[in-house]
């Protein structure tokens, strides 16, 4: 026992003292810097190298809820497109993760999560959530997993994970919801006591993803309830995670 309460002394504390201050290394894609003045060719070439189409062009614009952060865009736009290492991109209203030419980082999270002095007396110090892969691939959900790990640690904030929806205070979906899925995941946001909140992970939760076209989904339940919460990526990393959590729950 002595020995075991040395190692841990030695050990110290692993987690990543500041999550707010934390940052991903360059090579990571998070938000899109975007601008379409540097573009001379044909817009219909970005447009069409995108597999799930998150691209338009009016303004050029990325819907970041479709986006699956495969970079093909930036290859071939010439610099009209640049994924920075920005993680905070999660947002409380769908139509925000629709990022336009000249829409900079700053503006973009300034308005991207608005915290409400109800849901931070109801969550701000105690968040249960239960987490339902509705059809995904496990990138989502091995990232999910990783929140509770030393390194970030979400549960020094009172949000964890928990193994029945009767404990949980609100849902995290991923995965495309496939028609297999679909009555369970109903059944685990029924069994949530209201009130509740709902948060989509993912592309593939908030748009089908690269799945966005198969017959063997069934999305109808999301487009029924409201989702309090869009935490895009392909996957996202735990940090983008906790952060809009943190956000959401008014935690500073």
Not at 95 to 104: A, D, F, M, Y
Not at 139 to 159: H, K, P, Q, S, Y
Not at 185 to 204: E, F, N, T, W
Request: proline residues 4%; contains cysteine.
């Amino acid at each position: 026992m002595l020995d075991l309460l040395r190692l841990r002394l030695k050990h110290g504390s692993q987690a990543i003292p500041d999550i707010r201050k934390a940052a991903l290394m360059e090579t990571h894609r998070g938000f899109p810097s975007i601008d379409e003045s540097k573009y001379t060719g044909d817009w219909q070439k970005i447009i069409d190298v995108c597999p799930t189409g998150a691209i338009t062009k009016n303004t050029l614009s990325i819907d970041l809820g479709k986006c699956i952060f495969c970079g093909e865009c930036e290859s071939v736009s010439e610099g009209a497109i640049k994924f920075t290492n920005a993680h905070k991109i999660s947002c409380s209203d769908r139509n925000h993760l629709i990022v336009s030419s000249g829409t900079e980082f700053d503006e973009y999270q300034e308005k991207a999560i608005e915290a409400t002095r109800e849901i931070h007396r109801m969550f701000g110090h105690s968040l249960k959530l239960r987490q339902v892969s509705a059809g995904g691939c496990n990138g989502c959900e091995t990232e999910l997993n990783a929140c509770g790990n030393v390194n970030f640690d979400m549960g020094r904030f009172g949000i964890d994970f928990v193994a029945s929806p009767r404990h949980a205070d609100g849902i995290v979906i991923t995965g495309p919801v496939t028609k297999n899925m679909a009555p369970a995941l109903l059944d685990a946001y029924r069994s949530i006591g209201d009130p509740k909140v709902v948060i989509a992970v993912g592309a593939c939760a908030i748009s089908g993803g690269v799945f966005a076209d198969s017959a063997q989904l069934n999305r109808s339940f999301l487009g029924e309830i409201k989702i309090d919460l869009f935490v895009p990526g392909c996957p996202p990393h735990p940090l983008t995670f906790i952060n809009a959590l943190l956000d959401f729950i008014g935690r500073t």
